[in-house]
């Protein structure tokens, strides 16, 4: 067994700085290139355990993860699109008219 | 290394494969026919499709052989990545109803004049001249019966997931279809887009958490089958740490998904913005996959380790009811108010979760709390569904009148309609001889037989709070004379075609019977047992 601490510490680095992100950064695009972030965090560590455990099933979790994360960008890209088109802005802050 | 041809039990999973066969069927449907013979195919393909798939439901549950010590009844197919059990019967069953009351709701036409509810073309801008064109020549996006299926067929594999990874997927695809729809609406389209943008970044963020949750609990049993998990828990002392992060990290993205506090934000900006028959479709379905994952994780996964999330369980049930039924008063648009209440309503199904789970330590005639979830998920998708549908019809000249205001004197102007809608709201409060008070009778029951009081009197007091904001709307309904407000118009109700009608109907039917004869349906859900571990 191999010590993958520091590929997990690594990881949870990323999502943190993916998270962070996401809370803090005002364009909706790079509200998402965080969020594809995270995602990519999740797959380091998913790989990282599979090394660990010496089977396949987080390997392969992995390729799924990066299917469903094209998946996301066609859907997400789509809406951040139409949003921009309509209010010549991509900034959160700005879709606003719907609250309390 | 040889390759071992993977066993799938194609009969069991026949609901499955006919939902997605038929959402591809629908794309095919969208590239080939011309526009104008769409509309008809989608609606018939997608209904017919809804249709075959209950029966093989049916058939599927009535065929289910016992498991072991005949408490659960089922099998796992697919490589054990699909459990096909009581419970995810009887779920799918609910889904599939609920769907095909979605597709009626989506089919309707009479309402916008000869058009559909959603947007002539969604690529053109609102307020341009694209725009009027497209809607001059009528244009519909028929693209929403295909990505209804696939929302569908996400909903049916949620709930049924035997491992992490296939609860991940399946999250995913009853997700991304819902984004979509969120910001398809013809009228408001301005907040519709703003609902999809805050939908689908939230529910990124949220299914983040829910992956690395994932991770965690991958490098904590070396496993992402449930039963593998369930016996790391049970065995592995060492690296609680990851264990205790992973529940929690799987816990946000589940907990979004039904919206409970402090995960609530997107629930009443969605419900307000996406149009009102996706509402009604994504309020009901989304809330009961989302509680059948919920439950199967925490129960067959996490079972042994009871005492290590139910306390987050407890504080998260309470805070939901408390924060759901308190904003619910305030608030001045339908839409949201009926958000707000389903925030309640997610608290009161927590309260239920918290309950007694085996058979073993009930006396006779007492449900567990599976089953007092199950059926307030079936109460609650009813009187949802119904609430939903008649908000479509309570319109003026912009569209739908969801401004409170203009509902005031609605009773006296349209008394069916309006009776109607207070029997909903009647049912979502909980009022003795409607459904609702059966189901919340059940939850409370088993919350207070787990020990769970503090959580069960905060349900009763927040179970006031609601009544009191359901009684004040349907007082305004009926006794409130209308002021007009300050644009001086009030709404009245559109008769609906067949379709819609056959929606509420059918809601209303559901409604009336459970509440006067819940007993069926309580042992069709007793009927269901335990999850298979």
Redesign the interface.
């Known amino acids: 067994m191999d010590d993958v601490t520091p590929y ?1 510490i690594l ?1 949870s680095i990323l ?1 943190t700085i ?2 962070v992100g ?1 809370l803090t950064r005002r364009n ?1 695009i790079v ?2 290139m965080c ?1 594809e972030l ?2 990519n ?2 797959n380091l ?2 790989v ?3 090394k ?2 010496g ?1 396949l ?2 390997q ?2 992995a390729f ?2 990066m299917v ?1 994360a094209a ?2 960008v066609v ?2 890209l ?3 699109m ?2 921009f ?3 010549r802005s991509a900034s ?1 802050d700005d ?6 | 290394m040889d390759f071992t041809k993977p066993t799938i039990e194609y009969a069991e999973l026949s609901p499955l494969l006919i939902v997605f066969g038929v959402a591809i069927l629908g794309v095919l449907v969208e590239a080939f026919l011309p526009r104008e013979r769409r509309y008809l195919s989608q609606v018939v393909l997608s209904s017919v499709g809804l249709v075959a798939a209950l029966v093989a439901t049916v058939w599927v549950g009535v065929d289910l052989g016992k498991v072991g010590d005949g408490a659960a009844r089922g099998l796992v197919a697919a490589e054990g990545t699909v459990v096909v059990d009581g419970p995810s019967v009887f779920l799918w069953g609910l889904i599939l109803v609920f769907a095909l009351g979605g597709v009626l709701l989506f089919a309707e036409r009479r309402l916008e004049a000869g058009v559909s509810v959603f947007a002539g073309q969604a690529a053109a801008l609102p307020g341009t001249e694209a725009e009027r064109q497209a809607s001059t020549r009528g244009l519909d996006h028929t693209e929403v019966y295909p990505l209804l299926m696939f929302a569908v067929g996400g909903m049916l594999l949620f709930p049924a997931a035997g491992d992490l990874l296939t609860m991940f997927v399946a999250l995913e695809v009853l997700s991304l279809p819902l984004y979509l729809l969120t910001g398809l609406a013809r009228r408001r389209r301005l907040l519709s887009q703003e609902a999809a943008l805050k939908y689908f970044l939230l529910g990124a963020f949220s299914s983040g958490f829910f992956l690395y949750g994932v991770a965690l609990i991958y490098g904590f049993a070396g496993s992402m089958q449930l039963e593998r998990i369930d016996a790391a828990v049970r065995a592995n002392v060492e690296n609680q740490a990851l264990l205790y992060i992973g529940i929690g990290m799987l816990a946000v993205g589940l907990l979004f998904k039904v919206g409970a506090v402090p995960f609530q934000a997107w629930t009443p900006d969605v419900y307000q913005g996406a149009p009102t028959a996706v509402t009604a479709f994504m309020a009901a379905g989304t809330k009961i996959a989302a509680f059948g994952a919920l439950l199967r994780l925490f129960y067959v996964g996490f079972g042994a380790d009871r005492w290590g999330w139910q306390p987050m369980l407890w504080i998260i049930a309470i805070l939901t009811m408390l924060i759901g039924a308190a904003l619910a008063i305030v608030q001045t648009d339908v839409k949201r108010m009926l958000a707000y209440s389903s925030i309640a309503h997610t608290g009161f199904l927590l309260t239920g979760v918290l309950g007694v789970q085996s058979a073993t330590e009930l006396a006779d005639g007492e449900v567990t709390s599976l089953q007092a979830v199950l059926f307030y998920l079936t109460t609650y998708g009813f009187a949802t569904i119904g609430a939903f549908a008649i908000v479509t019809l309570v319109r003026d000249s912009g569209g739908e009148a969801t401004s409170i205001q203009r509902w005031a004197g609605l009773g006296r102007r349209s008394p069916l309609v309006a009776g109607v809608f207070a029997f909903f709201l009647l049912s979502l409060a909980g009022i003795p001889l409607t459904a609702g008070f059966v189901g919340k009778w059940a939850v409370f029951t088993v919350a207070l037989s787990a020990g769970a009081w503090p959580v069960v009197l905060t349900a009763i007091a927040s179970s006031i709070i609601a009544v009191y904001f359901y009684v004040s709307f349907i007082r305004l309904m009926f006794f409130t004379e209308p002021d007009g407000g300050a644009e001086g118009e009030v709404a009245s109700v559109t008769s609906p075609s067949i379709l819609t009608s056959a929606a509420i109907v059918i809601a209303l039917a559901g409604t009336v019977v459970l509440g006067i004869v819940p007993g069926p349906v309580l042992d069709l859900a007793a009927h269901a047992g335990q999850f298979i571990r």
Do not use: P, W
């Not at chain 1, 879709?95 to 309390?100: E, F, G, I, P, T």
């Open positions: 997990i990881s999502f993916g998270c996401v909706a509200v998402f969020v995270m995602l965090a999740c560590a998913l990282a355990f599979a660990q455990h089977n099933d987080g392969v979790a799924f993860v469903v998946a996301e859907v997400g789509a809406i951040i139409t949003i088109r309509t209010r959160v879709a606003s008219l719907l609250k309390y």
